[in-house]
Nanobody
Framework: QVQLVESGGGLVQPGGSLKLSCAAS????????VGWSRRIPGKERELIAT???????HYAQVVKGRATNSQDNAKNMVFLQMNNLGPEDSAIYYC???????????WGQGTQVTVSS
């Protein structure tokens, strides 16, 4: 079982950038499909970025072109770089890891991102 801890959230001005980090322990992330989801207040959690074990990247339309999901297996970490942030990106961001075809699906506690001037 893998444990995930996100960091890097905070307050950022519109148009700014942020890099979220996710540190994993308990298992090696190279076995997992990793990604990020977010929960905007009043809405359901939405998956915004996925990086498969074959290193294919998938992004939701709402972040495509503004987000980069990356992984450092040596550090057992996942990252989400977000650029050109707007108030609509304010949300709790969650790191997640899953093994496709199994019930192994894990999330971190989340990190708050607030985009405001």
């Amino acid at each position: 079982q893998v444990q995930l801890v996100e960091s890097g959230g905070g307050l950022v001005q519109p148009g700014g950038s942020l890099k979220l980090s996710c540190a994993a322990s308990g298992d090696s992330l190279d076995r997992y499909e990793v990604g990020w989801s977010r929960r905007i207040p009043g809405k359901e959690r939405e998956l915004i970025a996925t990086l498969t074990t074959f290193h294919f990247e998938h992004y939701a339309q709402v972040v495509k072109g503004r987000a980069t999901n990356s992984q450092d297996n040596a550090k057992n970490m996942v990252f989400l770089q977000m650029n050109n942030l707007g108030p609509e990106d304010s949300a709790i961001y969650y790191c997640q890891a899953r093994i496709v075809g199994t019930s192994d699906n894990y999330w971190g506690q989340g990190t708050q991102v607030t985009v405001s001037s």
